[in-house]
């Protein structure tokens, strides 16, 4: 069977194969995503600019008509610089006699006075990169006669924030969605692990149940052989045996008995023998199982703490021996003094609680209680409780070892209350 650690390997296995495929489609749009908005963002500078450019060369540049320009296209800045680097025109303030170097590549202005555009990274403002495009206005005789610059800063790099942002919140959808599937994936597992040991379990106990049947069987036969044949001798001796022979008899047919009903627990085990189904008074039946238990078990009483509780659907020598079985185990976990035994209406439902103060189950076992040959007790064979619970739920009920807070144990079973009227009232 895998180790947890190898099983958790599986669902962590499958988040980080999702992960990366996630933030490799994630990458991959933002990169095609960022390339296309450089293009466009490109593309519309350049339109801009070279469309400007060409209208300047029949008209003299004015302030007012860059500053329109610089509105229209949500651009940070637009001026003109002639060929002896000053500037005759700008959108943002008056004309100056030399160009702001800080703000003008000189080797863009060079490119556009020899005819050739330029766009591309200017300067920076903190964190806001300024794009500038050089565009050279062309007179008349069509010689360039000055420089068109065009400065893009906030409103191109919002652009580029948003696809930014864009970018992040994939990669979060990216980590959400692997931890979903890493969840989906651990739940899978345990769901997976747990039929496969349910499977495996109910293998175990049908090889179980079929072994302890043809054991059964076979062991039926021989112990009436036996029974038979003591009863025999000791019908022909009669008062030739001694007083320590008839012992030794009764002995034998003891032990012939025990073995007899661990038989009948076991073929009670391996197949649905038909119920004798009536309705039955279970506060009788709780009565006589305390009862027989205070019987075999002298020391030990019983203490009983129940009214009248409806009836229920089932065997009523079933059900006696189901009760029966709890409380001599705890009459025979505790040795002697008081064991209780309570009931109580819940619901649809009849609560039947069997408590004692002995030592109780041991944790090792405590799990697997009601499994076939499973037991706390030196001496048991590990088939009274698999037996109870096999026919407390052919009742249709439940039974089981209530967490311990104490010393001792209490052991609970439900049965449904019968739906049928008294006959009374038929």
Excluded at 257 to 274: F, Q
């Amino acid at each position: 069977m895998p180790r947890p650690g190898s099983r958790a390997l599986g669902p962590l296995g499958l988040a980080m194969l999702g992960l990366v495929g996630a933030l490799a489609a994630t990458l991959a749009l933002y990169r095609a995503g960022s390339t296309a908005l450089d293009h466009a963002l490109d593309a519309r500078l350049r339109g801009a600019g070279e469309s400007t450019a060409l209208l300047l060369g029949d008209t003299p540049p004015r302030p007012e008509r860059l500053e329109a320009l610089m509105r229209a296209n949500a651009l940070d800045g637009v001026y003109v610089v002639d060929r002896k680097l000053a500037v005759p025109a700008d959108a943002t303030g008056p004309a100056r006699r030399r160009v702001d170097l800080l703000r003008t590549d000189p080797a863009g202005v060079e490119a556009a006075l020899a005819g050739e555009t330029r766009v591309g990274p200017g300067y920076s403002m903190g964190d806001l990169v300024v794009t500038v495009g050089y565009f050279p206005v062309r007179g008349a005789g069509g010689q360039v006669e000055s420089v068109l610059v065009l400065e893009a800063g906030l409103a191109f790099s919002s652009a580029r924030d948003s696809l930014r942002r864009a970018l992040w919140g994939g990669v979060a959808l990216s980590a959400v969605g692997a931890l979903a599937l890493a969840l989906v994936a651990a739940r899978w597992l345990r769901d997976e692990q747990a039929r496969r040991e349910a499977a495996a379990k109910a293998a175990r106990g049908e090889a179980l149940t079929k072994m302890a049947a043809m054991a059964a069987h076979e062991i039926r036969n021989p112990l009436g052989v036996i029974r038979g044949t003591v009863e025999l001798m000791r019908e022909r001796s009669g008062a030739k045996l001694s007083g320590r022979d008839k012992e030794a008899l009764e002995d034998v047919l003891g032990e012939v008995e025990r073995l007899r009903r661990l038989t009948e627990d076991l073929l009670d085990l391996s197949a649905d023998r038909p119920l004798a189904a009536q309705r039955v008074a279970l506060s009788e039946v709780l009565e006589e199982a305390a009862r027989a238990t205070e019987s075999a078990f002298p020391g030990v009483k019983v203490r009983r703490s129940f009214a009248e509780l409806p009836p229920v659907e089932g065997d009523a020598g079933r059900l006696r021996q189901v009760f029966a079985n709890l409380l001599q185990n705890a009459a025979q976990a505790q040795g002697e003094g008081e064991v209780r035994l309570a009931a109580e209406v819940e619901g649809s439902a009849v609560r039947v609680r069997v408590e004692d103060d002995g030592p109780g189950v041991p944790p090792e076992v405590r799990q697997r209680l009601f499994d076939l040959f499973v037991t706390g007790k030196a001496n048991g064979t590990g088939l009274g409780l698999a037996l109870c619970r096999r026919l407390v739920e052919r009742h249709g009920g439940t039974v089981a070892l209530v967490p311990e807070q104490r010393q001792g144990s209490t052991f609970e079973v439900r049965l449904p209350a019968s739906r049928q009227a008294p006959e009374s009232e038929a």
